[in-house]
């Protein structure tokens, strides 16, 4: 359910399909096809600000999708030093945070969250644990590292439109603003969900 007085709740008819509730959250097995489909589509304008805070606990890191809607829009963990940020309509409107060492390998369970400013020349800010990580590769084709000001939409929870890239592992909290959070939310959203799951 969606707690957030949207009533934009997650669904799946298909039992085969579903992820099992566990350890306060969804577990999710990438070879069961898990995910959810969100009751309406949230929509991205170009050059508009969002954040994005889940908490996962990783069996394995493969293209572990959190949010997508088709093949061009999604937020994925590639591997364990690799974020995804994919906008809409072309491929190369992709930006890849590579980070050093492996901060998002498999087990424990972590929070991370994903902000973008609103403009043109929007920032985004990237953390693990409440604690920023600065991206050592961009490899990005826009203009600018870190830069990708483009629209996109989410409609679907822990897969790669529903038909590839599933997450595996547990989602036990996700949060989604359609704007750019403040550092100070940002600090306050990141202290909440470290308390709450005992991070």
């Not at 085969?16 to 929509?43: K, M, P, R, W």
């Not at 973008?116 to 990580?133: C, I, M, P, Q």
Request: aromatic share 8%.
């Amino acid at each position: 359910d969606d707690s957030s007085g949207n009533n934009n709740h997650v669904t799946q008819s298909t039992e085969a399909n579903q992820a099992t509730v566990s350890g306060g959250g969804l577990d999710f097995e990438e070879t069961d096809d898990a995910h959810y489909d969100l009751t309406s589509t949230i929509t991205i304008a170009q050059n508009a600000g969002f954040c994005i805070a889940v908490v996962v606990d990783q069996e394995s890191v493969s293209n572990n999708t959190i949010l997508s809607k088709d093949t061009d829009d999604q937020i994925q963990i590639v591997n364990s030093s690799v974020i995804r940020f994919r906008a809409n309509e072309v491929i190369d409107r992709t930006t890849n945070f590579h980070v050093a060492e492996t901060p998002f390998a498999a087990g424990p369970k972590m929070l991370l969250m994903l902000n973008r400013t609103a403009g043109v020349t929007n920032t985004f800010t990237l953390s693990k644990d409440g604690v920023e990580l600065t991206p050592d590769t961009d490899l990005s084709t826009n203009e600018a590292a870190g830069e990708n000001p483009f629209g996109f939409d989410i409609n679907v929870l822990g897969s790669r439109a529903g038909s590839s890239q599933y997450f595996d592992g547990k989602i036990l909290e996700l949060a989604f603003w359609s704007k750019g959070l403040t550092r100070t939310e940002m600090l306050n959203v990141n202290n909440y969900l470290k308390s709450v799951h005992g991070l």
